[in-house]
């Protein structure tokens, strides 16, 4: 099976900056599978922000985190890291990273929608203070 672990998760002013990561373990190779980040927010439903696809290279980024959120990732350590600049109180929200095996992120009809996706870490709450 297939384990996601995300962490990084916390309390920070406006303006300022958290670093998510998401380690699959089990039988996962990062080169398998595309890896994205969605967050939710009380009283909304759970929204695709970012994907990346190692085999073929592709990344796709909600446009409202656009310009603030960067994707990186460590094969040997098969993580995917989800940097975040520039957080706004709207950011504010439990994000979960999740993995769907030989998805391309160049597939953006599917990249941001959660039934997309076959296996979820638990969630790591970030709070961003105004």
């Known amino acids: 099976d297939v384990q996601l672990q995300a962490s990084g998760g916390g309390l920070v002013q406006a303006g300022g900056s958290l670093r998510l990561s998401c380690v699959g373990s089990g039988l996962f190779r990062l080169d398998d599978y595309a890896i994205g980040w969605f967050r939710q927010a009380p009283g909304k439903e759970r929204e695709g922000l970012s994907c990346?696809?190692?085999?073929?290279?592709?990344?796709w980024y909600r446009n409202s985190v656009k310009g603030r959120f960067t994707l990186s990732s460590d094969n040997a350590k098969n993580t995917v890291y989800l940097q975040m600049n520039g957080l706004k109180p709207e950011d504010t929200a439990v994000y979960y990273c999740?993995?769907?095996?030989?998805?391309?992120?160049?597939?953006?009809?599917?990249?941001?929608?959660?039934?997309?996706?076959?296996?979820w870490g638990q969630g790591t709450q970030v709070t961003v203070s105004s």
């Open positions: 999740a993995a769907s095996w030989s998805l391309s992120c160049a597939n953006t009809e599917m990249v941001d929608t959660a039934t997309t996706y076959d296996y």
């Open positions: 990346i696809s190692e085999f073929d290279g592709k990344t």
